[in-house]
Nanobody, 124 residues
Framework: QVQLVESGGGLVQAGGSLRLSCAAS????????MGWFRQVTGKEREFVAA????????YYADSVKGRFTISRDNAKNTVYLQMNSLKPEDTAVYYC?????????????????WGQGTQVTVSS
């Protein structure tokens, strides 16, 4: 069972940048695709980005395409989310998760082993 711990969130002004990290335990980390999601209180969890096991393929929500970059370092058991040109609407708790199903790449139901989340707040 992979366990995930997110870090790197914080308060930033609009137009700024943050880099989130997701550290994974477990020797099988490199076998899994990974994803980042975000959630605002009272709303459904929303897909942000995903990456396959080899980092050869990445996927992004339209709302973050061109601003966010997902990457991974399998030697460090870590997935990253570089967030640039941040907007107030990016404010949310950000979660990483392990892809458990090949049914979709963006449905939260196809992911598991969720971390505890890290808060990102973008001020205008």
């Amino acid at each position: 069972q992979v366990q995930l711990v997110e870090s790197g969130g914080g308060l930033v002004q609009a137009g700024g940048s943050l880099r989130l990290s997701c550290a994974a335990s477990g020797r099988t980390f490199s076998s899994y695709g990974m994803g980042w999601f975000r959630q605002v209180t009272g709303k459904e969890r929303e897909f942000v980005a995903a990456i396959n096991w080899s980092a050869g393929t990445t996927y992004y929500a339209d709302s973050v395409k061109g601003r966010f970059t997902i990457s991974r370092d399998n030697a460090k058991n870590t997935v990253y989310l570089q967030m640039n040109s941040l907007k107030p609407e990016d404010t949310a708790v950000y979660y990483c998760a392990v892809r458990r199903s090949f049914r979709t790449v963006s449905d939260p139901r196809d992911f598991g082993s969720w971390g505890q989340g890290t808060q990102v707040t973008v001020s205008s």
